[in-house]
């Protein structure tokens, strides 16, 4: 059954075709409940017509669903709607593996941390009873952030004695002559020649990805099918160390016992063939590569010392859902927990860790208990410099059935803290680049250039951060974020009336689709559009902006701060109101202006005194809105001392602000609420036409 976009199956919106195959059509789509995409497999025809086969199938997709590891796509469920039956699995938004090998391999530590991500998804997929039987880069994805993640199982074997008759998780084969299980350059002998497998069949696959890797070709070859199979049978591969003289040996002969063509010569688990790429990292020299590409984020393990197993599985959850937490931001570059675990428990000194994973930033933390009192402290330092730029205490009460909850309060705050735009990393980044020429910024750094804007808020350094964007776009057309903050810029450009560009709203909209184009799971693209949208007074096309991104990242407190402070200038007070405060909660040391939806609120009910309050709160001395807002709220209540004062900061900002403000104004806010807010400036004693 073919869809086209816009068609539904139940809650599921179809957006795009993106793949084909014999266990049936994947597509991207949207789940409108959720606001989450996700990707949508629907079965063939001939599986959905045979009620034992499709019984089987939900069986055995069940195992699949029950895989719990960060390097394994997630099934969701087995669905059915109108007849069509279909599965629901996490949508990975990323480069499949296979674009990424590189004439003459890749760099050996990233090689190491590909090598125990995929070693460690088997073990947990074998451990389960699963054999994966069709590995190979193609069915890799490398997501944005750099982690690993195995994709399609649809040839997968699931062991279950009660079946009869195989698995039907193997109905992507379709046996014809010359065609056998799986794709032949990464299979095992024991399946060209078509007898049964278990799961060290999977090991050979990894020897094979792991040789591509390391000399960039594959250890097999042919002009032809039989050509290729029978190599596979009986060649004995080029060495790697013949081909990759910096190979480390003990790396060499990992990869040269996974390709032994007898099963019983190879590892006996993928558990073991972890350990032994474990037991040689420390032979492996580190990349400079990482270093040169940019400023890479380490999450050291959170230590613990005590005995209580139920504070060590906290330490541990924290550690992984901060990373999870961190990469949800497409503009941080975070490393995989396989190069930090080998200091799990160590002291250790960081600007030595960051050297040696080539990490710029390192975040470390340590968990204390005291009865039933818990003091989480984290750190992030500047592995270069040694500086400490961020540091917090959190203490809790403990309660062993409810870690998760912990987990849950304390990983967005410390994430949304260090990561959002205006956090820790994003202000240090951007610092570390502010002076370099626009042409001389790569894309990533033009983006991480255009962070200063959010800092300062004024038309010269909009007009620099959008120059270094400019030429990010031509150097990488389909680069999401730089779309997303060169459209952000443009809203801005018209929303706070610099006059950067002669058609500031149309030049957004034009890059705000761009963005969500090149990225559609990009947070930020979403967040730019939906800028446009409300300057466009489209709103309901922005209300579902809006709240997608909010879904696509609930731990960045910037956007969600921001969309709350639009959702209440649109109308939707309770809405934009929660989100406002949520975005506090995020981050006690949040941005002033994370208040100014509070002041509208208060402003547009007659709470003066109130809006007042929070006027003084936005502490943005820089910022012309902040001073209008105290006159506004100062006019109304009949303290002109104080509104003079603050109507004399802003004519030295804006000297014609009083012919501009209504123009100003209007863009943000409700007609209504504009004319109180003109009063309150009237009886402040600006004189506005």
Request: glycine content about 8%; proline content about 6%; overall charge negative.
């Amino acid at each position: 059954m073919s869809l086209s976009l816009g068609d539904r199956l139940g809650p599921y919106e179809i957006l795009a075709l993106i793949g084909k195959g014999g266990m049936g059509e994947v597509y991207r789509a949207i789940d409108t409940r959720l606001g989450r995409d996700v990707a949508l497999k629907v079965l063939p025809a001939e599986m959905a017509s045979s009620p034992e086969r499709l019984e089987r199938f939900r069986r055995e997709a069940k195992v699949l669903a029950a895989l719990d590891h960060p390097a394994i796509v997630t099934v969701y469920s087995v669905e059915e709607s109108d007849g069509v039956h279909f599965l629901t699995m996490q949508l990975v938004a990323g480069e499949p593996l296979e674009r990424m090998i590189p004439h003459g391999g890749l760099p050996l530590e990233r090689i190491l941390e590909i090598a125990i991500a995929l070693a460690e998804a088997l073990a947990a997929a074998h451990d389960k009873g699963i054999v994966h039987r069709d590995l190979k880069p193609a069915n890799v994805m490398i997501t944005r952030d750099g982690r690993v993640m195995i994709l399609d199982f649809g040839l997968a074997k699931v062991a279950d004695p009660a079946a009869t008759g195989g698995s039907e998780i193997e109905t992507d084969l379709r046996t014809r002559e010359g065609v056998v299980m799986g794709t032949i350059p990464y299979m095992s002998p024991e399946q060209v020649s078509g007898r049964s497998v278990d799961h060290r069949t999977d090991l050979f696959s990894l020897g094979v990805i792991l040789y591509e890797l390391v000399t960039g070709e594959r250890p097999f070859q042919g002009r032809s099918t039989v050509e290729l199979a029978s190599s596979i049978l009986r060649d004995a591969p080029p060495p790697p160390a013949e081909l990759r003289a910096d190979l480390p040996r003990p790396l060499a002969r990992v990869i040269e016992r996974c390709l032994e063509k007898s099963a019983a010569n190879r590892f006996s688990s993928a558990r073991d063939v972890s350990d032994a790429l474990r037991d040689k990292s420390a032979e492996v020299p580190s990349s400079p590569a990482r270093v040169d590409e940019g400023f890479w984020v380490a999450v050291l393990p959170i230590k613990y010392k005590g005995a209580n197993p139920d504070v060590l599985a906290l330490a541990e959850g924290l550690g992984e859902e901060i990373v999870t937490g961190l990469s949800r931001f497409s503009y941080l570059r975070v490393i995989a927990r396989s190069s930090t675990e080998r200091y799990s428990g160590e002291a250790v000194d960081v600007r030595s860790v960051g050297k040696g994973i080539g990490a710029r930033y390192v975040m470390e933390g340590s968990l204390r208990q005291a009865g039933t009192k818990l003091r989480l402290a984290v750190q992030l330092v500047d592995a270069m410099s040694g500086a400490h730029l961020w540091a917090e205490n959190y203490e809790r009460t403990f309660h062993p059935d409810a870690v998760f909850d912990l987990q849950d309060d304390l990983v967005p705050r410390i994430v949304s803290t260090v990561a959002d735009m205006n956090g820790v990393l994003p202000r240090s980044m951007s610092e570390a680049v502010r002076s370099r020429k626009p042409e001389e910024l790569t894309p990533y750094e033009a983006v991480l250039r255009a962070f200063g804007y959010f800092e300062r808020v004024n038309g010269e350094e909009l007009a620099a951060a959008r120059a270094g964007l400019e030429v990010a776009v031509r150097k990488a057309p389909a680069y999401a974020d730089a779309w997303a903050l060169l459209a952000l810029l443009c809203a801005q450009d018209y929303g706070q009336g610099f006059k950067v560009l002669p058609e500031p709203l149309s030049s957004g909209a034009d890059a705000a689709r761009r963005a969500v184009e090149a990225g559609p799971s990009n947070h930020l693209a979403h967040v730019s559009l939906a800028q446009v949208l409300f300057f466009q007074k489209e709103m309901q096309a922005f209300r579902n902006a809006a709240e997608r991104a909010v879904a696509l990242n609930p731990m960045d407190g910037n956007s969600i701060a921001f969309m709350g402070e639009l959702l209440i200038y649109s109308g939707d007070f309770d809405r934009g109101l929660a989100l406002a405060e949520r975005a506090k909660q995020l981050n006690p040391h949040h941005p002033g202006w994370y208040w100014y939806a509070d002041f509208y609120n208060a402003y547009r009910q007659g709470d003066d005194r109130g809006a007042l309050a929070f006027a003084r709160k936005v502490n943005l001395p820089g910022h012309w809105a902040e001073h209008m807002m105290i006159a506004a709220a100062c006019g109304q209540l009949g303290e002109r001392e104080a509104a003079s004062k603050a109507l004399s900061t802003v004519l030295r900002m804006r000297p014609g602000v009083a012919a501009t403000v209504r123009q100003d104004i209007e863009k943000w806010w409700e007609p209504a609420y504009v004319e109180r807010i003109i009063d309150g400036w009237r009886k402040a004693g600006l004189d506005v036409p």
